[in-house]
């Protein structure tokens, strides 16, 4: 006799390859009679109410996402997709009629940047200004020819425990967490990965992180740092000070001597807590964002997010737009900057890019 837990398997998947149907009906066609029998079996009603408690007890199961979605479709047309180098790699939000969004900095890779609006229109974008502290950029969306909806931030802090929802592309409900820990500031862990000495005057490697930025650009220990991004370091110190300002993401191009040749290299930083993962961590964690430390401040929720769904807003269960996700940290990690610090960082961006420090977004 098959176990309880077998026949429970069975017939959650032929429940499941049989809501597929419809779809991928040609690629379910070798199912053929093994379907048939399942689709004609009585499911004892002992197996249906499990089966229903399990879905039910799902917090982001299809009745609660229903339930959210009156709260996340007031903002659903000022929600987009940002694609850099021809893929999507994060979402934005709308902050004025007249184009100007905000969105993830770290994710942005080449030019052309373009933006898939809630009507499913792309449109070329440009990068206005940035603030690398919070990861944060300010695109302007170019050939739009009619005023867009632009989002309104409430300056509102949800308590722990309070429920989340993070909003996708035309107010789709991607997912409902729950704070777990109030504001608090997330140290810079930005690293090079590179060990080194100033025994022969110059910043020395003596030892390179597996896996880190200056692993995969071929830095080697025995080079020595003679500048970066152009500007002459003299030793240890500085290079450490200026490697230190970098945040994960970021690009640097060292002047290094190698057996008495110069050369330029090209490296990223990348973040600590990712370079001294075990492969084991990396599989319970999962894709991360690239940048997921060193911000001022963020709310700490345990929403599952892809990284490419960072950059767009949050709400809270009344619906106000309290702050923008800006990293998946963990595996139920995930982090959302402020409305406090997003407001302040929006206007001046949106000054900044208008070119008058007096004008209001």
């Known amino acids: 006799m098959p176990s309880e837990r077998n026949v429970i398997?069975?017939?959650?998947?032929?429940?499941?390859?049989?809501?597929?149907?419809?779809?991928?009906?040609?690629?379910?066609v070798t199912f053929g009679s093994g379907l048939a029998a399942a689709q004609e079996t009585e499911i004892p009603e002992w197996l249906n109410e499990r089966m229903t408690l399990r879905t039910s007890n799902r917090r982001d199961n299809g009745d609660m996402i229903a339930l959210v979605q009156p709260l996340t479709q007031r903002i659903g047309d000022s929600v987009v997709q940002i694609v850099s180098d021809g893929k999507t790699v994060s979402l934005g939000v709308i902050v004025s009629d007249d184009g100007y969004l905000l969105?993830?900095?770290?994710?942005?890779?080449?030019?052309?940047?373009?933006?898939?609006?809630?009507?499913?229109?792309?449109?070329?974008?440009?990068?206005?200004?940035?603030?690398?502290?919070?990861?944060?950029?300010?695109l302007r969306i170019e050939g739009v020819d009619k005023p867009l909806k632009p989002a309104k931030l409430d300056d509102y802090s949800p308590s722990v425990g309070n429920f989340l929802v993070s909003v996708g592309r035309g107010g789709n409900p991607l997912g409902i967490g729950v704070v777990g820990v109030g504001l608090r500031k997330v140290e810079h862990n930005g690293r090079l990965g590179v060990v080194l000495d100033d025994s022969r005057g110059q910043a020395t490697v003596q030892g390179v992180w597996p896996d880190s930025g200056a692993d995969a650009a071929g830095v080697v220990p025995g080079d020595q740092i003679l500048a970066i991004n152009g500007r002459a370091e003299s030793?240890?110190?500085?290079?450490?000070?200026?490697?230190?300002?970098?945040?994960?993401?970021?690009?640097?191009?060292?002047?290094?001597?190698?057996?008495?040749?110069?050369?330029?290299?090209?490296?990223?930083?990348?973040?600590?807590?990712?370079?001294?993962?075990?492969?084991?961590d990396s599989k319970v964690n999962g894709k991360r964002s690239t940048r997921l430390s060193g911000f001022e401040q963020v709310i700490q929720h345990d929403t599952v997010l892809n990284p490419n769904e960072c950059g767009g807003p949050v709400v809270d269960s009344q619906g106000r737009f309290i702050g923008i996700n800006i990293a998946r940290a963990g595996r139920v990690v995930s982090y959302a900057l402020p409305a406090s610090i997003?407001?302040?960082?929006?206007?001046?961006?949106?000054?900044?890019?208008?070119?008058?420090?007096?004008?209001?977004?």
């Not at 069975?10 to 379910?28: E, G, T």
């Not at 997003?342 to 977004?361: F, K």
């Open 235 to 280: 030793d240890r110190t500085s290079v450490i000070r200026v490697l230190r300002e970098m945040f994960p993401g970021e690009s640097v191009r060292l002047t290094i001597l190698r057996d008495g040749a110069k050369m330029d290299l090209d490296a990223k930083i990348r973040d600590l807590g990712v370079m001294q993962e075990s492969e084991n």
């Open 342 to 361: 997003v407001s302040e960082d929006m206007v001046s961006m949106l000054n900044e890019a208008r070119g008058s420090a007096g004008t209001a977004p």
């Open 9 to 28: 398997n069975f017939f959650n998947f032929s429940r499941l390859i049989l809501r597929l149907m419809p779809f991928h009906l040609a690629a379910l």
């Open 103 to 138: 969105t993830k900095l770290s994710e942005l890779s080449v030019d052309p940047i373009r933006v898939r609006l809630s009507d499913g229109r792309l449109q070329p974008a440009r990068v206005a200004a940035v603030r690398r502290k919070n990861d944060l950029a300010l």
